[in-house]
């Protein structure tokens, strides 16, 4: 039988290293797996996190290995390409930094064994990804383990392959379940024993054949009917030689149907399943991607407390252990390549290599229901028909190894809904920031009407949308002002346009978690986006996760707003409290403010602002309480000020039907005054940029910059160019704005 060991303590590291040594080096570091070295400087800022190749060596005496007659290494990852010697023999290499891989080390033992893997994370042009928003953190991340064979065994090694795909086909109360398995060194005394076991262990259905596959049948079926009902089978098939078993692997599936309809969304066993949910980065303080199992468990209770019942995997295969969690919870599942940003000609292989390992190792669960093609792809290059033709040869090949699961496209909002791109995958989804990256939070909702009503026959769905939150507070929060409020404001807006649009397939918030992207500098703390509805330690939810949990959720709670916004200068102070309960009553120092009811979950009170309150809602037999203070001015410690830009929002005048500062580049543009005005002032005083993720500029990335500004204000495009200009010559542009009329409706 096989036998796995871990090999996870021990091994000897050093950055730099392009070689393997010819010995275990005792001046080297010694670590445990999993481990990056990309902890503390990919989470920094100034984008800078080293990128190259380290070298990890462990001895391995013969004298320890279980007893087998094959041996073969199992990488569940190495970011993001390794080379692993065993003894100075090279033996394989691997590229793509999120998927398993398994190395036959057999015919490279002696009795004393040097293990090298040189882990390479440095920049190239045809391993993915190499532009993208987060941090691509280098090391054996996910651990590594021994597997021990037979000669005969059941075949683990191709793409990852677990050892057998499970396809169940329902008809009612009734399953047919489809197992197929692969036999390496087998010969005519060979059988194979198939078998499904319930929930409890038990076994259900049996048979045994010769054959490399078999059809056993559930009569009746207990469905996977996500949260509410998340019922697992067990399949299990052992090769015999007579009675003796020499080798057996198993899987867990469901049985579950589902359908993407273009008009009533997601169907989930023919009933209506509305998919609202969040997407996921991996990475953790201090350890970046080289996780626990208890990070992963930390992370889907989370996500079920916010009532989430769908997460998009982003943007990459992430580990198995948090698939299965998914398939345990009941969570619907986008899983995706890291096929992102910047199309690269010479990425095509990798492209599918990638494809075909995530598919091939993550077929039998039944959390995923889409393959993910590619994302925001159109970013930096226009469509051609390279790019195209990839994004064919994907789907081609997901549909070839998967024809039970649709594909899916996550589209940067720049890419026009006429793209032939878009025709390519079965379900599209966008990703769209309407409200923070320019234009209005309520611009969201009839930009998807307006994709639905051109294309009614392809499902459409939210795959992005987000807002920036840190500890920054503002009773008069605006785009851009990085503060909790703002946060909040955007994501109620778009929870009453999302979640009254039966026809959006799923909706996906940007990001569950805040995460690592070195490179940025946004917010006041470089390194990091602040988008997630948690903080990267996962201690704080910020005030926008309780809105979802309004909404979402059936755990009765209630919840008061602006726990961290304790100084306030307002007064009256617009209090906010969440709850899924019907009534919310609110009390100040003991004295009731009265009850409210409110259809949108979100209720809002006056609460008058002298000296210390104490604020207590009660809702039911829920009890949220906060404090806050009078202050005659401003916190300064809730105030983000950038650098080179010292114009308040208060400060910035307006007239009605006249331009100002807050208006956007777009709108400017049809006043040909108000255009000029801003383009001299202005733009033409902008520092010439790179690429969005630091690319040296081209033709396109500048057609497509411009694009995207005209939905930024005139203040918010100053503050992310980190233009340095005075406070006076910004009010002398807007007071000149303030005499530029408007074009009448």
């Known amino acids: ?96 930094g999120y998927s398993d891989f398994k190395v036959d080390i057999t015919g490279a033992l002696q009795d004393k064994n040097l293990i090298c893997v ?79 076991l319930d929930a409890e262990g038990k076994t259900v259905a049996e048979t045994e054949t010769e054959a490399a596959e078999a059809a056993l049948t559930l009569n009746p079926v207990h ?41 009533k969304g997601f169907i989930l066993n023919g009933e209506s399943y509305p998919l609202r949910g969040v997407c996921r980065h991996q990475d953790r303080p201090g350890i970046g991607n080289a996780l626990l199992p208890c990070h992963h468990e930390e992370d889907i209770a989370l996500i079920l407390e916010v009532g989430a019942n769908t997460i998009r995997l982003a943007h990459y295969q992430q580990a198995q252990y948090m698939y299965d969690l998914c398939d345990e919870k009941g969570l619907v599942i986008w899983a995706e390549i890291p096929y992102i940003s910047a199309h690269m000609p010479n990425g095509r292989e990798n492209t599918v290599s990638q494809m075909r390992e995530l598919i091939t190792q993550n077929y039998n669960h039944p959390s995923i229901v889409v393959w993910g093609l590619s994302n925001e792809i159109t970013m930096m290059t226009s469509t051609d028909e390279d790019m195209l033709e990839n994004h064919r040869i994907l789907n081609e090949l997901a549909h070839r190894l998967d024809p039970t699961r649709p594909t899916v496209l996550a589209c940067v909002s720049m890419c026009s809904i006429d793209d032939p791109i878009v025709r390519i995958p079965d379900v599209v989804s966008y990703n769209l920031y309407f409200g923070w990256y320019g234009g209005k939070p309520d611009m969201t909702g009839p930009w998807l009407d307006t994709f639905h009503e051109k294309y009614p026959e392809t499902p459409i769905g939210l795959s992005e949308y987000g807002a920036e939150a840190l500890n920054w507070h503002n009773g008069r929060p605006h785009q851009g002002d990085y503060s909790e409020e703002y946060q909040a404001y955007y994501h109620e807006e778009h929870i009453r346009q999302l979640f009254s649009r039966p026809y959006i397939w799923a909706t996906h918030v940007w990001n569950m978690f805040d995460f690592a992207a070195d490179a940025r500098e946004e917010g006041g703390e470089n390194g990091m ?177 411009k694009e995207i500004q005209k939905t930024f204000t005139v203040i918010r495009m100053v503050r992310l160019s980190k233009m340095e200009i005075a406070k006076e010559k910004l009010l002398d542009v807007n007071r000149a704005l303030n005499g530029i009329r408007k074009p009448s409706a």
């Open 1 to 96: 039988m096989r036998t796995i060991v871990s090999l996870n303590r021990k091994w000897a590291f050093r950055k730099g290293v392009s070689a393997p040594p010819e010995a275990l080096c005792p001046e080297w570091d010694f670590v445990s797996l999993p481990h990056t070295w990309n902890g503390i400087d990919g989470q920094d800022g100034g984008g800078d996190f080293w990128r190259g190749t380290a070298c990890y060596v462990k001895e391995l005496s013969k004298a320890e290995l279980p007893a087998g007659e094959k041996y073969l290494l199992d990488f569940p990852a190495v970011n993001a390409s390794a080379d692993v010697y065993v003894n100075g023999r090279h033996l394989c290499r691997h590229d793509g």
């Open 529 to 705: 986006n602040h988008k997630g509805l948690v903080t990267f330690d996962r201690k704080y939810r910020k005030d926008a996760f309780y809105a979802y949990k309004a909404w979402l959720s059936g755990e009765p709670f209630v919840h008061i707003c602006g726990r961290r916004y304790v100084d306030r200068v307002e007064n009256p102070s617009r209090v906010t409290v969440y709850s899924n309960q019907p009534e919310v009553e609110l009390f100040r120092n003991g004295e009731s403010l009265g009850k409210k009811t409110a259809e949108d979950h979100f209720f809002r009170f006056d609460v008058p602002n002298g000296g210390e309150s104490r604020l207590t809602a009660v809702a039911g037999d829920c009890r949220d309480e906060i404090l806050i203070r009078h202050a005659d001015a401003p916190n300064p410690a809730y105030v983000f000020e950038e650098k080179g830009v010292i114009l308040s929002w208060q400060e910035i005048s307006e007239e009605e039907g006249f331009y100002s500062l807050n208006d956007t580049l777009g709108d400017i543009a049809l006043n040909p005054d108000a255009a000029e005005l801003v383009q001299r002032e202005i733009l033409d005083r902008m520092p010439k940029r790179q690429g969005i993720f630091g690319e040296p500029p081209n033709e396109e990335a500048e057609k497509r910059r």
């Open 223 to 263: 469905r996977w009917h996500g949260k509410k009902d998340p019922y697992l089978y067990t399949a299990k098939v052992t090769l015999l030689k007579g009675q003796e078993e020499l080798d057996s692997v198993s899987a867990r599936f469901g049985c579950r149907e589902y359908s993407i309809d273009p008009e």
């Open 118 to 196: 040189l882990a390479d994370n440095s920049r190239n042009d045809r391993v993915y990804p190499q532009s993208a928003d987060f941090t691509f953190y280098g090391g054996l991340y996910r651990g590594v383990n021994l597997i021990a064979l037979p000669a005969a065994h059941i075949n683990t090694e191709t793409d990852g392959f677990p050892g057998l795909h499970v396809t169940p086909e329902l008809d009612g109360d009734k399953a047919d379940v489809k197992i197929e398995t692969k036999v390496v060194n087998g010969d005519a005394g060979l059988t194979l024993r198939y078998a499904i």
